[in-house]
């Protein structure tokens, strides 16, 4: 006897195996009452006739869902975001693996934002929040812990003590970074940084800083530009430290998207990235490795992070504390081609730059 999933109901696999529906149901919710020899026979006819227990009945019994929730930020120029696909795609293959779904849907404010929130709560949608892009001082985070509503964040805020959160050490990177770029020789860095209302880009800001007072160097704020976490920002960043009077040999970006985005408008310019300018990266994305030339970058694996933080929300969910959820992970430098020593010193790079226009 064969089933096809959701035709075959607990019933067929009592009658199959000649056993009541209630030992089939105490084997399926791993009671231990029942002998080892009913056991495997019953797991064997759950398999054999394709029987899958219904997620609706189960979630009702247990006063859950099943569903995670994450609402992605969309406008203010933020534009399409690769990390966070990759995110995404790491969160929902570790839900693939828990039996669990994923609902994704946006929102093009931060009004929008809460209120997105406030309804997904209210219809009963979801059991718990994955936060993205956490702000300095994120509303989002105050909203849900006012209603006692589970939420794991990627990222921390100026004072992440109270919630959990997985997040890379985004300002030690950044001074080891600077410090690698000095190593090749480097002594003009330019910073391709974000928005300054998130969190990650003003931890990275300050590594870039204080790297640069390690390894004796001017703190510059002429050779900082924020731009939208795009390719095209990544353009219009590299465009405009690039146009100065002395520009930077290498440019340290926030993102992979903003590097490839400098890459581009080295190549434009007819400058050899990787001798001409250094370029290197944050995120690992594994486009990095297939760009011309191979991206530099400082790699965070996002499906690695959207995995864990899936499993410590659902830890949440069932009863950990958030505080005992806080995990602080480091980034690891990939080394491709897009670093290198100074080909030109900052007057020779300015001298082809203007030639150029």
């Known amino acids: 006897m064969t089933g096809s999933r959701g ?23 791993n009671y231990t009452d029942i002998s080892s020899e009913t056991r495997e026979r019953i797991l064997k006819a759950v398999k054999d006739l394709g029987y899958q227990p219904s997620s609706t009945a189960r979630s009702l019994k247990r006063g859950r869902l099943d569903t995670l929730g994450i609402v992605m930020p969309v406008g203010r120029g933020r534009g399409a975001d690769p990390f966070l696909s990759e995110f995404i795609d790491g969160i929902a293959r570790a839900l693939d693996d828990l039996d669990r779904d994923l609902l994704v849907t946006t929102a093009h404010s931060g009004r929008h934002m809460l209120e997105t929130h406030e309804r997904l709560i209210a219809r009963r949608k979801v059991d718990g929040f994955i936060l993205t892009r956490t702000e300095v001082n ?3 985070i105050e909203f849900l812990q006012a209603r006692r509503f589970p939420f794991v964040a990627h990222g921390r805020t100026s004072d992440p003590r109270t919630f959990a959160w997985y997040d890379i050490d985004n300002e030690d990177t950044f001074v080891s970074g600077v410090k690698h770029i000095a190593a090749l020789g480097h002594r003009r860095i330019g910073l391709v940084g974000g928005p300054r209302d998130l969190n990650f880009a003003c931890q990275r800001r300050a590594g870039y800083r204080r790297g640069l007072e390690l390894c004796g160097l001017e703190v510059d704020p002429a050779l900082e530009v924020e731009e939208p976490l795009t390719e095209v920002g990544g353009v219009e960043g590299a465009r405009r430290l690039l146009g100065l009077h002395m520009p930077p040999t290498a ?40 760009v011309d030339p191979p991206l530099t970058t400082f790699s965070q694996s996002a499906q690695s992070a959207g995995g864990q933080i899936a499993r ?31 080909a030109k010193t900052p007057e020779e790079l300015a001298q082809v730059l203007r030639r150029s226009v």
């Open 251 to 290: 440019l340290f970006c926030v993102t992979d998207a903003l590097a490839i985005g400098a890459m581009r408008l080295c190549r434009d310019l007819g400058l050899r990235v990787g001798e001409d300018v250094t370029i290197i990266g944050y995120d690992g994305l594994p486009v990095g490795a297939y």
């Open 7 to 29: 035709s075959v109901t607990i019933e067929d696999v009592a009658r199959h195996v000649g056993v009541a529906k209630g030992t089939v149901s105490r084997v399926l919710n």
């Open 312 to 342: 410590m929300l659902i830890d949440l969910i069932e009863g950990t504390e958030p505080a005992q959820r806080q995990k602080l992970a480091q980034a690891e430098l990939i080394r491709r081609a897009s670093d290198g020593p100074p």
């Open 138 to 140: 994120d509303p989002r």
